[in-house]
């Protein structure tokens, strides 16, 4: 089931959304290539088209949950900031219940081109948290505050020394696998736009607009052009085609 939190100003535009085509059924979509996606969308098009399409993603990120989850909370929660001035950002966390948040800004879905933007973003997010990609990266940040600890502990550090490297070490554990994170949900991501009736290698175009983080030591983010590549790559894993 979904739960959509939008802030006054959305709410009225959710109304006014169009309706985007067959709702998915979680199966492959029929057509062997994309659409011809058309203009580019203007940002009130863009906002009024975000809750036709998480009407359609949001079931298959839930039915790829259950189907490949046990125990795991699958009701996403999606949540929209339409505060001004806030940078265009999209994230996955967990509730106080462990329930899984999807969080955007209203200024990302603005500056989205066309539907299939929004489409993998929010696939993208989903992914993260079928894929567990939060208690591991808290398994990982532990480890690096234990093993940073006792080694400063080892050499003789003081109380706060070692309290400073426990941090340090959780700092690092936490990235050494970000990166790997964020490709795995670029490939799931990518399943979960298909199923949803979405060209991902299209949505995936919302990289070239991004900053290129490049390959730095313990960066967060891999480089767009491999992140592109991936979605490429695993499209044509199902035997999908793009138009793009």
Do not use: W
């Amino acid at each position: 089931m979904l739960r959509f939190a939008f802030a006054a100003v959305l709410l009225v535009l959710a109304g006014c959304a169009a309706p985007m085509g067959p709702q998915a059924t979680g199966g492959l979509p029929a057509f062997p290539s994309a659409p011809d996606p058309g203009p580019f969308l203007t940002e009130g098009d863009a906002q009024r088209a975000f809750p036709a399409v998480l009407a359609r993603v949001e079931p298959v990120a839930e039915a790829i949950c259950l189907e490949r989850t046990r125990g795991v909370p699958c009701d996403f929660q999606i949540t929209v900031d339409a505060r001004p001035g806030l940078d265009p950002n999209a994230f996955q966390t967990l509730d106080a219940q462990g329930r899984p948040v999807i969080g955007l800004t209203l200024s990302l879905i603005s500056s989205a081109r066309n539907v299939d933007e929004l489409a993998f973003v929010v696939g993208h997010e989903a992914a993260h948290h079928i894929l567990g990609h939060i208690p591991r990266q808290r398994e990982t940040a532990l480890t690096g505050a234990v093993l940073a600890g006792v080694l400063a502990q080892m050499g003789g550090a003081d109380e706060q020394t070692i309290r400073s490297v426990q941090q340090f070490g959780a700092n690092v554990g936490a990235r050494s696998y970000s990166k790997n994170f964020e490709l795995e949900a670029d490939g799931l991501g990518t399943e979960i736009a298909i199923r949803a009736g979405y060209d991902p290698v299209h949505g995936a175009q919302f990289f070239t607009r991004l900053p290129d983080p490049g390959d730095r030591f313990l960066g967060s983010h891999p480089p767009n052009a491999q992140r592109i590549a991936l979605v490429r790559r695993a499209a044509e894993s199902f035997g999908y085609v793009s138009a793009r």
